[in-house]
């Protein structure tokens, strides 16, 4: 879960998750780091302060490991309002990013909910900004702090489907969640080897329901035209393979030495 690095832990002002500050952390310290070096220098921040978290990496192609984790942006033009003009194909890049912050307010102290991850989302959009140079006409965000960016499962898959419209060859994505993930039995049948699809918890999921890796996939990655990118931080419980995607990070005993192979789904 999030909330699990304290406020003054880990060079933080404010309760927060492990994934997001480990992420902050090594993005600041190495912006122009490579997949390689962005993800061992995540395991290695919590590992030396003592986190049992353990940061992974998966995507839906082949990564040649030394390329830059996030190169300079192309120019881009705002994405405001959410939509592009994939009409024309000589049309100037877009990008967008969309922050999720859910502290659960709703459920008393000890009972679910949670302290750091609108905190996390603050976290997300100031490295959006000053190390990705994302502006704030091409953020979109959704906490439950505030009424009108309720992060129920209606409100998210809407955002989730504003984050991909009209994207087009050259687009850039980014996608930053901190709250609670869990397991469920998958319906589907596309879970074989465990039969539990991961799962994310929107505000509302005691009436509204939870949102499934399968949904995830569907909206996020199997709409996607060639050539768009998209970045995707899970800061929650089973997140590793949350978006069913093909390929996996695999790490060495030694916690330097990578391979990227297919999942075992996609074997």
């Known amino acids: 879960t999030s909330a699990d690095i304290g ?22 310290r190495y912006p122009k780091g490579s997949f390689h070096r962005i993800l061992t220098e995540m395991r290695l921040f919590l590992k030396s302060r003592n986190f049992a978290q353990v940061p992974q990496l998966s995507s839906e192609h082949f990564l040649d490991l030394s390329d830059c984790f996030l190169p300079d942006p192309a120019n881009s033009e705002p994405a405001t309002g959410g939509s592009g003009s994939p009409s024309s194909p000589m049309r100037t890049p877009i990008r967008k990013a969309l922050t999720i912050g859910i502290n659960y307010l709703s459920l008393p102290y000890g009972r679910g909910r949670l302290a750091g991850c609108i905190n996390d989302s603050d976290t997300m959009i100031t490295v959006m900004k000053d190390t990705f140079d ?29 984050l991909t419209q009209g994207a087009a060859e050259g687009d850039e994505l980014f996608l930053h969640y901190s709250g609670h993930g869990g397991t469920i039995d998958d319906t589907s049948g596309d879970e074989k080897l465990t039969g539990k699809d991961n799962c994310i918890y929107p505000s509302d999921f005691d009436a509204g329901g939870l949102i499934t890796d399968d949904e995830m996939h569907s909206l996020l990655v199997q709409c996607l035209p060639a050539g768009v990118r998209m970045w995707v931080l899970l800061d929650c419980c089973h ?9 996996k990070v695999k790490v060495a005993a030694d916690g330097l030495s990578c391979e990227c192979v297919k999942t075992s789904r996609h074997a």
Not at 9 to 15: H, L, M, T, V, Y
Not at 18 to 23: I, L, N
Not at 135 to 148: G, N, Y
């Open 134 to 162: 994302f502006r704030d006409s091409q953020i979109h965000r959704l906490r439950d702090d505030d009424q009108k960016l309720m992060p129920t499962k209606a409100n998210i898959l809407a955002s989730f489907r504003w």
């Open 239 to 247: 997140s590793g393979t949350a978006l069913d995607l093909r390929f």
């Open 7 to 28: 406020a003054g832990a880990a060079g933080n002002e404010k309760p927060a998750g492990a994934m997001t500050t480990a992420f902050k952390t090594t993005i600041q």
